[in-house]
């Protein structure tokens, strides 16, 4: 089969490689499509570990599967979307339900091998059927991007009546702040520097900000007026993964407010306030982070998309070949993405 094979930090290369046998309880899926963007770029360069190399990335995967052993499992031929987390399903964390912190857990596409291939081996509980007229640019989205986002809502507990503020409207935020929307929130507020990525988001959210000359300071008050609420958000999402973005979510609280963390900040990383006591500790902040997804995330992403209440068309990018994802990484790692993801042709075509 073909694949596209990290082979150590930065190179890539297509190789022709046996499909792989299949181990008891793990499935044979013909890999349809895959997913590339900026999380590719990252561990081409090597920020997370592979668990060895060579190592076929691509942790999205929509397929069809070829062979399953388990009479519970989806039989051959039917269109799956892979659940890219692994967790050990033993210790404590994954017994609770918590897999995204086991310990034990893999990833498919990180330190097992991924959709950047012709075939895939995915274990057979993490395969959920889909439609099969279901867009399937829009499928892979299920893989990731969707459940990371459910995921996020409701470790920080969105519930009916939230005021919500998004800072950063990429892929990420956007999908954020359509399920707060499908989980109740009343007020949305999104505040981002593209006029572009606002104008996306702007059916999904009550007020849009550009804050891109604004200090943190003003940014939180703009955000404030613009969602009608003069003593700050209830729950505010930082997804930008800028120190001032930190900031601006921070500022833009109601006392007692929550800001979830899910955006990366580069390098050594402190937060500062004039007064840590009269801007953060008297006002009883939470900075909560999150960190993947857990199986229910990822049913409950399935759940809503299939119900109808996402949409996922504006998150689709350009389609790209197996053979062109190096080429697009480094494009991505120059210009970013926009806000979309590019969607990877591994066998589209059937
Ligand atoms: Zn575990």
New binding site residues.
Partial sequence: MQALLMVGEGTQEIADIPVPEVPEGWALVRTIASAAGLFHTQMVKGMLDTGGLPRILGHEIVGEIVEAGSPASPPAGTLVVADAVV?????????RGE?SV????RHLGIDLDGGFAEYSLVPESNLFPLPSDIPIAEAVMLSSALPAAVHAVTRVGVTSGARVAVSGVGSIGFTVCQVAKAYGATTIVAADVSDEQLAAVEPWVDATVNVGDMTPTDAATAMSEAGETPHGFDIAFETAGHLSSVETVIAALRPGGKAMMMGICDGPTAISFDSYLAQFVRREISLITTFGFTRRDFLVGNALYLGGRLDLSPLVGPTVALEDVPSVLAHIEEHGTGGKRYVVDVGMAG
């Fill in positions: 967790g050990c399903g033993v210790c404590e964390w994954c017994i897999d086991c310990p034990w857990m």
